[in-house]
Antibody
């Protein structure tokens, strides 16, 4: 069974940092590109960042570029999102999602983790 | 970025009755490889999104056949032939043809 389990979120102050993890199981993690997608409270879905299978290709939404860093460790079946210089508008549930082998779509999502940025 | 516009915002439905959700994109979603990467997701209350349909009309494994997707180019539709209680939640369309991937604003389906 495919599973994506995000680490527990947290409340951080504006300007602070937080690292999210996503542990994958039930599939060959190294064969799949991975994404982070977020959802602000009561709002819709916003793509945040993507990383290719070997980390050769990395992309960010303009809203997080220069502040967030996506990475992965295929030996540990793990995806990460390092979030620095956090702002109130980064408050959201963060989902890790697997990109389908065929590309262009996310076929499995984690349960999500809440990050709250507040003083 | 490609703007995805869903309607209606909210859709109250009597169980057993059909439902239809529209999704329009600001530009054609036909990829240079000939495919159209338009998906539909359902997010039940308190859960993460679950993909129902990919490439306009392909149902994911385990998705009941009362769900169907159709459309082309910039205009897409998700239909539920007979709404059941478990279908309640927010439905999102998503395009993967153009970078970055973008989502519609969501349609909340609730039973009357």
């Amino acid at each position: 069974e495919v599973q994506l389990v995000e680490s527990e979120g947290d409340m951080v102050k504006p300007g602070g940092s937080l690292r999210l993890s996503c542990i994958a199981s039930g599939f060959t993690f190294s064969s799949y590109a991975m994404h982070w997608v977020r959802q602000a409270p009561g709002q819709g879905l916003e793509w945040v960042s993507s990383i290719s299978r070997t980390s050769a290709y990395i992309y960010y939404a303009d809203s997080v570029k220069g502040r967030f860093t996506i990475s992965r460790d295929n030996a540990k079946n793990s995806l990460y999102l390092q979030m620095n210089s956090l702002r109130a508008e980064d408050t959201a549930v963060y989902f890790c999602a697997r990109e389908a082998l065929s590309g262009y779509t996310n076929d499995f999502w984690g349960q999500g983790t809440l990050v709250t940025v507040s003083s | 970025d490609v703007v995805m516009t869903q309607s209606p915002l909210s859709l109250p439905v009597i169980p057993g009755q059909p439902a239809s959700i529209s999704c329009r994109s600001s530009q054609s979603l036909v990829h240079s490889d000939g495919n159209t990467y338009l998906d539909w997701f359902l997010q039940r209350p308190g859960q993460s999104p679950r993909r129902l349909i990919y490439k306009i009309s392909n149902r994911d494994s385990g998705v009941p056949d009362r769900f169907s997707g159709s459309g082309s180019d910039t205009d897409f539709t998700l239909k539920i032939s007979r709404v059941e209680a478990e279908d309640v939640g927010v439905y999102y369309c998503m395009q993967g043809t153009h970078w970055p991937p973008t989502f519609g604003g969501g349609t909340m389906v609730e039973t009357k």
